[in-house]
């Protein structure tokens, strides 16, 4: 059975940093596209940043330069690093493992607020 679990959300101030985690169990992870994305109130669920499986990254223009996605295959593990947080980026989370198959986590809530 396959499992992402994301943690690492909460509330915090304008400016402020925030680590994301996910948690893979199941899955081959090295076989795996890692996603993050969010999906804001009222708002479609938007692609944050992805991670190949060489290690490849990309970004929203939106969050360039403030957040960083990375992996470590052997812990099953991804990571969004998120500084110079924005009200604009509160949202709910989510990993995302895509090959063949999608597969997702529940989520984790970010609010940036002061």
């Known amino acids: 059975q396959v499992q992402l679990v994301e943690s690492g959300g909460g509330l915090v101030q304008p400016g402020e940093s925030l680590r994301l985690s996910c948690s893979g169990s199941?899955?081959?992870?090295?076989?795996?596209?890692m996603n993050w994305y969010r999906q804001a109130p009222g708002k479609q669920r938007e692609l944050v940043a992805t991670?190949?499986?060489?290690?490849?990254?990309n970004y929203a223009n939106s969050v360039k330069g403030r957040f960083t996605i990375s992996r470590d295959n052997a812990k099953n593990m991804v990571y969004l690093q998120m500084n110079s947080l924005k009200p604009e980026d509160t949202a709910v989370y989510y990993c995302?493992?895509?090959?063949?198959?999608?597969?997702w986590g529940k989520g984790t809530a970010v609010i940036v607020s002061s």
């Open positions: 995302n493992a895509r090959a063949a198959m999608d597969h």
């Open positions: 199941g899955i081959i992870f090295q076989n795996y596209f």
């Open positions: 991670i190949t499986r060489s290690g490849t990254v």
